[in-house]
Nanobody, 127 residues
């Protein structure tokens, strides 16, 4: 059974940092791109960042560029999201997800492209 488990969320103050982890089990995802999404209260879930299977490509939404960094360690079947200079508007439940297709050269920002999802981890940033 495939499982993705996010961790590392919490309550922090504006300007602080957090590192989210997404550990995959049940199969290896080293050939698949990974994405991070978030959903704030009352809002649609949105793409935040993604990384290709080879780690050569990354993608970010404009609001997190320069503050967030996505990375992966395929030996640990784990993807990370380093979040620095956090802002109250970053408050959301953060989810990781796996691309449906292996070894692609694009990072999709659409949820439908992703097949497996974690249960999410809450990030709350106070002002």
């Amino acid at each position: 059974q495939v499982q993705l488990e996010e961790s590392g969320g919490g309550l922090v103050q504006a300007g602080d940092s957090l590192r989210l982890s997404c550990a995959a089990s049940g199969r290896t995802f080293s050939s698949y791109g990974m994405g991070w999404f978030r959903q704030a209260p009352g809002k649609e879930r949105e793409f935040v960042a993604g990384i290709s299977w080879s780690s050569r490509l990354t993608s970010y939404i404009d609001s997190v560029k320069g503050r967030f960094t996505v990375s992966r360690d395929n030996t640990k079947n784990t993807v990370y999201l380093q979040m620095n200079s956090l802002k109250p508007e970053d408050t959301a439940v953060y989810y990781c997800a796996v691309d449906r297709y292996a070894r692609t050269t694009v990072i999709s920002k659409t949820q439908e492209r992703y097949s497996y999802w974690g249960q999410g981890t809450q990030v709350t940033v106070s002002s």
